[in-house]
């Protein structure tokens, strides 16, 4: 009778029976069949799951694909942001990794809400303008989005409330040569996106034009008192409050009764002192035949050369105690004990300054 237990001594043999009868192999024909018969169990194991995970993939691309469809369903209403305020950090720490930009400001703060107030709109709409002057290539693609999203929306209000007409087709005008720069180095991954999605844009930016040309402005049907009714003094003293002489040009070109008071040289020497030091003012002094210093010359010549004085009734600003970014009127979480000493107001110069890191 043979051994059939494993011996320490053994040579690595074992006995096998057989049909045959008992049959001596060794460790590696035993391994060999073994090894035949797991390998095709594991490739036949390897095919199954190589199909469960197929049909996994084809679901989860399906379950994406109409996820995406259902949030591009209608890219005219897209999802707003409506933060207060917002934690600007500058750098990578052992709390906190990244960093936050000018396009994750633009895309989290509360735009939406700042448009149909008037005491921002002027600061959104300069945003806007200097965003599209030089750094519309450094926003994210869902910033770039956005942007015209809500640039769309300004055209809106504009068209709605037939105001602030003027402004918005400077801003449109130099969005549009910007796109024309950019679109033609689209190679060059200055824009997010399709080629097609920017000149279906542009499209859009050239009907908006168009619908802005197109505008009546209907006169008001009050029958009370008017402008013209007023005593000149006090015709002056609003006029004194326009802080744009191409307003004062406007009003004397639309009402002609009012002509001859926006030629006032006060008028225009107060605006030349208001937006311009004295001594850029010393530089392009201009005097008339009978000696007299031409104010309102001036100040367009001067207007051509220098920028003006910038001031917003409401704007964002950013405590350097906490770091947070935030709108005027809102309460941050700060924990400072004087936190109004740690705020300072931000122009729209200022806060693309300040993600320039």
């Known amino acids: 009778m043979p051994f059939l237990g494993q011996d320490w001594r053994s040579p690595g043999q074992s006995w096998i029976k057989t049909e045959e009868g008992w049959k001596k192999t060794t460790a590696d024909e035993k391994n060999n069949n ?6 095709c169990k594991a490739e036949e194991e390897e095919c199954f799951n190589k199909e469960n995970l197929l049909l996994s993939l084809s679901y989860d691309m399906a379950a994406k694909k109409r996820k995406k469809d259902q949030m591009n369903k209608n890219t005219k209403v897209p999802y707003f942001h409506r933060e207060k305020w917002i934690y600007v950090h500058k750098g990578s720490t052992k709390e906190r990794h990244g960093y936050c930009t000018l396009g994750e400001a633009f895309n989290r703060l509360d735009f939406c ?9 002027n600061y959104v709409v300069r945003l ?38 003027r402004p918005i087709k400077e801003l449109l005008q130099m969005l549009y040569i910007s796109l024309c720069g950019l679109v033609q180095d689209m190679g060059k991954s200055v824009l997010v996106g399709n080629i097609n999605t920017w000149l279906h844009r542009m499209e859009k930016i050239l009907q908006w034009q168009q619908q802005l040309d197109n505008i009546q402005i209907n006169r008001p049907t009050s029958t009370g008192m008017s402008l013209t009714d007023l005593p000149v003094s006090l015709q002056l003293n609003i006029m004194q409050r326009l802080t744009d002489g191409r307003d004062l040009v406007s009003l004397g070109q639309v009402c002609p009764e009012l002509g001859p008071l926006t030629e006032d040289r006060l008028l225009w020497k107060r605006l030349c002192q208001y937006h311009f030091t004295d001594r850029q003012i010393r530089k392009r002094l201009m005097v008339s ?14 207007s051509r050369c220098y920028p003006h004085r910038e001031e917003y009734i409401d704007t964002l600003h950013f405590c350097s105690h906490c770091h947070i970014l935030f709108w005027k009127d809102t309460n941050h979480p700060c924990t400072a004990n004087n936190p109004e000493s740690c705020t300072m107001a931000l122009s729209p110069q200022g806060l693309i300054n300040l993600f320039n890191f």
Do not use: C, H
């Open 34 to 39: 073994v090894s035949v018969e797991s390998f």
């Open 113 to 121: 809400s700042a448009i149909k107030d008037t005491r921002r709109f």
């Open 128 to 165: 806007l303008e200097l965003i599209a002057k030089s750094k519309l290539p450094s926003l994210s693609g869902v910033a770039q989005k956005n942007y015209m999203n809500i640039l769309e929306r300004v055209v809106q209000k504009v068209l709605d409330d037939q105001q602030n007409v």
């Open 289 to 302: 035949d009978k000696g007299q210093l031409e104010w309102k010359k001036m100040y367009f010549k001067l």
